[in-house]
């Protein structure tokens, strides 16, 4: 027994021990995989082309191959068979978990769109263009896993196309994933248009943030005409959405997520008036996005009175900028989501 | 093109026909070449865009003002709407009456008005649950009026809140919630499934007080109701019309907007009820039988649960606004084309299958007594002209009629059951010997008011709803019921149909003509 001890305690003392036989012997290891990759490509080297890419002979200019990404990156494949099987399954377990483990929201409105649901004969509901007020990367998840399945199975996501196009896995993992397709933020293209007009005219409903990107201080932006603009040209309603609480969970910025509760509210569809152009369209669908922001503070008819009286306050805060600015959101932020989970996780009881 | 309702003559050829029996159903052959079927017409087309409808209503009413035009800031606004009774079953959301409010309530928020209360006309009924609230108001209109305290249901029973707006010609009284009464315009939300419903039904018995509907609500006002579904033949409603006119001259200004809803009742898995038997595919027998042996395996408080979480896929075929009276004879116009089916001549006997549910037990147990209101009440008032079965012929009913109540919803009937038809099942004697006890009852008062119990004199109003019924039948069978319900209720049970049609026998001969209604969809003979 005491022998057996004595060869543990000796065996310990033997070990290299502290960071700096640690960091040697990573280095060794590092070492010999180099070596190996080396062994490994020697003899593609030694062969050189049309093993390893040519050099251009001096002087000649070789022409660019055409761009892939950004938004000529086609998406084409993610509607094949095999992708609509894989992205059903990622959105029906992962997606499903994660969006109810970090965003929990609470989704309302839905009757509203009961009538657009409603088909004879159990056919497809026509497609609809949702257009979402927009904080953070998971609005996508929340959103997906928000909207009815009749509308989910065949849905498109339009995604920035300078972020999520912009490297081939992004761009890969984006149109599987969610099915996204790629969206020129500063100028929408023909291309992207009739790309769109197709997809809708396919039976595919859409997501588009008509903000254009993340709201970059918590406070909502301007809506742009992308979303009016193709509803007025392929007669899908908008269905405008108000999310609330997703900045606070992983706003633009964050560096890690805090789950929390969210909430989503569908609003009534909109369709444009005979006597509308686009600018007027978008307009009304920054009020409706508003009112549905008015309704999550407040209630319904609150939110309804307000708005008849041009009160609803306005998603783009406050116009001074700087301190008040923030500091108007965290009043906002008492009433919203984001407030309810705070109050709800108190420690010790409101003693006044 | 839906098709319209027919009578079909049943011969050796015809398949065994549908029966409700509670929550069940069976198949039942009737004699060949004396029995006939009456199928009610097929569900009407529904309207496309209803909210559209339901705004161009309100902007364009019958006889009155726009809805905008009556609407002013510092004013009072009351809307009131049908409670849990209607639909049945309950209809898919959005309510129409949501759909109504939110409408009216939109055109108030532009109009600035800020008094607005939002009260439940329930008459002598339960109490509304949330749940049931949120089902038929949606969340947005509960989230936003519930806390506040401008959400509530009336109380026919708080003497504080009632107000009598005077007396019609007849000496009846017309006492009203006193919220509506004082209010600058009150608007009333109506889902209409059946002719009796609506009109001046709507406001002056929703929000009435006991003694208000104790003037109509008696034995013989009900047996004077030739039929409930058909106004113009009807004392219940000539008393209820009167005191309309009183309320037009002396009450507060009504918008009334009326919704008429087809007869599409049931969703997969159940379609199959409302098919014409000779059309169920495999797929439909296959549900049958399916659906009807596990049914039958399932214990009661089970079967009520699955029957009860249906909800309709109704269509609404008809929107109309304003003034009552004009208002609702569109409405009629609108119901009696889902519902009317001509026959003719009477029959010595009817039949008919008891559905698990009745106005007065939504979400809740269809006891002996409301078998009874169900059968001879509603089902039998299925006419216009005559009643389908001749003066002393037979009702044959087929129900479990267990003794099972529901004791928050229906206390006093449970002691209407023990206690009462134990003495008596003559509505004139019961109303007389017993109504008063029953409805000034402290406890079954408290109840009312406070849980979600009946009136306590409700079970005398669901037992006179069959009085004409009960005077008209020679005898009333119930096929497969409790024997000792059946009794107590004073029919006479039988095991099997031939059992039933061998018992009817004594009262109309060896060879009688019969009816049967085929329910569901809903449907009024036009007795020629």
Known sequence: MVGRTTRTYIRRAQRPHGTSATIATAQRAAGAVEGAVRTVAKPLAKYGFPYRRPAAPRGVVVPREPDTLGGAYDTEWARRPVARAVRGFILEAPMRVAVKTIASPTVSGLDRLSDLLRTDDGERPAPVIFAPNHHSHIDTGVMIRSIPAAWRRELIVGAAADYFFDARWKAALSALALNAIPIDREATSRSTFDRLRDLIADGHSLIIYPEGGRSPDGWGQDFKGGAAYLSMRTGAPIIPVHIDGTGEIFGKGASKLSPGRTSVVFGTPLTVDDAENTRRFNERIEAAVTRLGDETLTDWWTATRNAAQGRSPSLSGPDHNGWRRQWTLGEKRRLSTAGIRRRRSRRWPDLG | ?528
């Not at chain 2, 929000?207 to 047996?223: D, T």
């Not at chain 2, 008393?239 to 599409?264: A, C, H, Y």
């Not at chain 2, 409302?274 to 296959?286: F, G, I, L, Q, V």
């Open chain 2, 1 to 528: 093109m839906p098709r319209p309702g027919f009578v079909l003559d049943v011969d050796r050829s015809t398949p065994p026909t549908l029966f409700w029996r509670g929550e069940g159903f069976s198949l039942e052959r009737l004699p060949a070449d004396r029995s006939r079927i009456i199928y009610p017409p097929e569900p009407l087309a529904g309207l496309d865009n209803l909210d559209g409808h339901i705004r161009d209503a309100l902007l364009n009413p019958l006889d009155m003002d726009p809805l905008p035009e009556l609407l002013k800031p510092d004013m009072k606004l009351t809307i009131c709407f049908d409670d849990a009774s209607l639909s049945l079953p309950k209809m898919q959301r959005p309510d129409n009456r949501q759909r109504i409010i939110e409408a009216v309530l939109d055109m108030a928020a532009e109009a600035g008005v800020d008094d607005v209360h939002i009260i439940a006309a329930l008459g002598l009924h339960r109490r509304m649950h949330e749940y049931e609230l949120r089902h038929v108001l949606g969340d947005r209109i509960v989230d936003a009026f519930l806390p506040k305290g401008y959400l509530y249901q009336h109380d026919a029973e708080d003497p504080d809140n009632l107000a009598v707006i005077g007396h019609t010609d007849e000496g009846e009284i017309l006492e009203i919630n006193k919220r509506a009464a004082e209010s600058d315009l009150v608007v009333y939300a109506n889902v209409n499934q059946v002719a009796m419903d609506g009109g001046w039904k709507s406001l002056t018995t929703g929000l009435a007080s006991y003694r208000c509907l104790s003037v109509h609500h008696n034995p013989a006002s009900l047996q004077n109701t030739r039929s409930l579904m058909d106004r113009h033949h009807s004392a219940l409603h000539k008393s209820i019309w009167r005191m309309g006119k009183l309320l037009r001259d002396s009450g507060p200004k009504v918008f009334q907007v009326e919704t008429t809803i087809n007869t599409e009742a049931f969703p997969a898995p159940f379609e199959f009820l409302a098919k014409r038997e000779w059309e169920w595919t495999a797929k439909d027998r296959s549900l049958f039988l399916a659906s009807s042996k596990s049914l039958n395996k399932l214990p009661n408080r089970t079967k009520r649960k699955i029957f009860h979480n249906i909800e309709a896929p109704y269509r609404t075929t008809s929107v109309h606004a304003g003034f009552t009276e004009t208002v609702h004879e569109k409405t009629l116009e609108n119901v009696y084309k889902q519902h009317i089916v001509e026959v003719e001549g009477q029959t010595d006997i009817l039949t008919m299958g008891i559905p698990f549910i009745s106005p007065y037990n939504p979400e809740s147990i269809m006891n002996p007594i409301l078998v009874m209101c169900m059968g001879l009440g509603y089902l039998f008032n299925m006419y216009r002209g005559k009643p389908l079965v001749r003066e002393g012929g037979v009702v044959i009913m087929t129900h479990p009629t267990y003794e099972e109540f529901h004791p928050v919803h229906h206390p006093s009937y449970i002691d209407f059951f023990d206690e009462v038809l134990a003495d008596t099942t003559d509505p004139a004697e019961m109303s007389t010997k017993w109504e008063k006890k029953y409805a000034e009852d402290e406890w079954y008062r408290h109840l009312y008011r406070t849980s979600y119990a009946y009136h306590g004199v409700h079970p005398f109003y669901a037992w006179y709803w069959g009085a004409h019924g009960q005077q008209h039948a020679g005898k009333v069978i119930i096929v497969g019921g409790y024997a000792a319900a059946v009794r107590k209720l004073g029919f006479t049970p039988a095991s099997t149909m031939n059992d039933a049609l061998e018992i009817a026998s004594d009262t109309v001969g060896r060879s009688p003509t019969i009816s049967h209604l085929h329910v569901p969809g809903v449907l009024v003979a036009d007795v020629k």
